[in-house]
Nanobody, 116 residues
Framework: QVRLVESGGGLVQPGGSLRLSCAAS????????GNWYRQAPGKERELVAT????????NLANSVKGRFTISRDNSRNTLYLQMNSLTPEDTGVYFC?????????WGQGTQVTVSS
């Protein structure tokens, strides 16, 4: 059974940090590109960060450059998103995604709320 399970979300004050994790199982995670998306209330889902299957290349949305970083540990079948200097605009549900050509899998999402 294919599963992507996010964890690490929660409530944090502005300027704080969170580290999201996404544990993959049931498929060859190391062959798939890893992505983090987020969806704020009333807005469309947006791509936040991408990492290639080997971790050799990453891309970050302009809105998070310099604050977020994406990484992966293929030995643990896990994708990470380190989020620093969080602002209220980062609030939303964060989704993990794994993609290989036309095949993709999604996690159920984890809520991140940035508020004082």
């Amino acid at each position: 059974q294919v599963r992507l399970v996010e964890s690490g979300g929660g409530l944090v004050q502005p300027g704080g940090s969170l580290r999201l994790s996404c544990a993959a199982s049931g498929f060859a995670f190391s062959l798939y590109a890893g992505n983090w998306y987020r969806q704020a209330p009333g807005k469309e889902r947006e791509l936040v960060a991408t990492i290639t299957s080997t971790g050799s290349n990453i891309n970050l949305a302009n809105s998070v450059k310099g604050r977020f970083t994406i990484s992966r540990d293929n030995s643990r079948n896990t994708l990470y998103l380190q989020m620093n200097s969080l602002t209220p605009e980062d609030t939303g549900v964060y989704f993990c995604n794994a993609r290989l050509h036309s095949i993709e899998y999604w996690g159920q999402g984890t809520q991140v709320t940035v508020s004082s």
